[in-house]
């Protein structure tokens, strides 16, 4: 089984996808994104596909309570488009809460009751998948994705998933075809992650959240896996393994989300020159930076100040 993490004070981009308000009704099988009026569920009464898509946001909220039951035949793979903090809780357990980075990947078996407090605006795509579909795309030996009854199947980052998410949503939804495709390549990948991956336990909490206390207090400052291992006090290879399970993302690829989401904190709040900025949060070059925030954003820093600033 993934991992179940819960950071609390990790910050990470949005994908930055834009939201379609407008409702559609459920067409059977055409791959058309749906917009839910209820959290995880479709229009009522209409027979659906092995695989169905729906969005559940709302870019203004700043809380919101819901629930939502899991079909006995479905299982539910959600995709955060943009970075949102909320808490997910199962018969008063909590699963999840934190932050919520944009990739992540949430998987709920059939028949589950959940609860959800978001706590900020919210972008997610559903893949409503019929379980005899699953089945069907199952190894053999496979028993199941990894979720059992004890909590679901989070992942903070899968990088397969966040892509096809973000094509899908780029491209509209007129080419249902193409959605549908989409579903089906994303249920495969699930299968053969959880078939394949390597059984590494997944960092401790306690030891998450000393690795993130150092860092928000050292960003500005070289810092090397040594560092983070230290402070996780583990091995610099237990350590690497552990953090990518627990979070999705190698040690390195963490840092730069930080740093480049403080020098966004620095540049949205301030008119400090990127050269600055770029040295603040432990970049040794703006020209580095630059690099690095434009990989990560799609815009130069200049560009981004200019839309974000004030």
């Not at 949430?106 to 998948?129: E, I, K, M, W």
Request: some cysteine; charged content about 20%.
């Amino acid at each position: 089984m993934l991992t179940q993490s819960q950071p609390s004070q990790i910050p990470f981009p949005s994908i930055d996808f834009r939201a379609d308000p407008t409702t559609r009704t459920v067409e059977t099988g055409t791959g058309t994104v749906y917009q839910e009026q209820n959290w995880r569920q479709l229009a009522g009464g209409t027979p659906l596909a092995d695989i169905a898509i729906s969005r559940w946001t709302d870019l203004e909220a700043a809380s919101r309570r819901v629930e939502a039951t899991i079909p006995d035949d479905r299982y539910v793979i959600a995709i955060a488009l943009r970075s949102t903090r909320l808490s997910l809780a199962r018969g008063g357990r909590i699963i999840f809460d934190g932050v919520m980075p944009a990739g992540t990947l949430h998987v709920t078996g059939p028949s589950r009751q959940l609860s959800a407090h978001f706590r900020a605006p919210y972008d997610f795509l559903h893949f409503h998948v019929a379980a005899d579909y699953i089945q069907s795309h199952r190894a053999p030996g496979q028993t199941d994705l990894g979720v059992d009854e004890a909590s679901d199947l989070i992942l903070l980052r899968d990088s397969l998933a966040e892509q096809l998410a973000k094509v899908l949503v780029g491209r509209g939804d007129e080419d249902h075809l193409f959605m549908l495709c989409v579903g089906q390549t994303l249920t495969a990948h699930i299968c053969r992650r959880e078939l394949s991956r390597t059984k590494v336990n997944a960092l401790a909490k306690w030891r998450l959240r000393r690795v993130e206390d150092y860092v928000s207090t050292n960003f500005h400052r070289g810092i090397g896996l040594s560092d983070l291992a230290k402070a996780a006090g583990l091995s610099r290879m237990h350590f690497a393994a552990q953090f990518r399970a627990a979070t999705g993302y190698r040690p390195r690829e963490y840092l730069l989300h930080q740093r480049i989401e403080q020098a966004k904190s620095i540049m949205s709040n301030s008119d400090t020159p990127l050269a600055e900025v770029a040295l603040t949060v432990g970049f040794s070059t703006q020209a580095h930076f630059s690099t690095v925030f434009k990989r990560m954003t799609d815009e130069t820093p200049a560009r981004w100040r200019s839309a974000h600033q004030g």
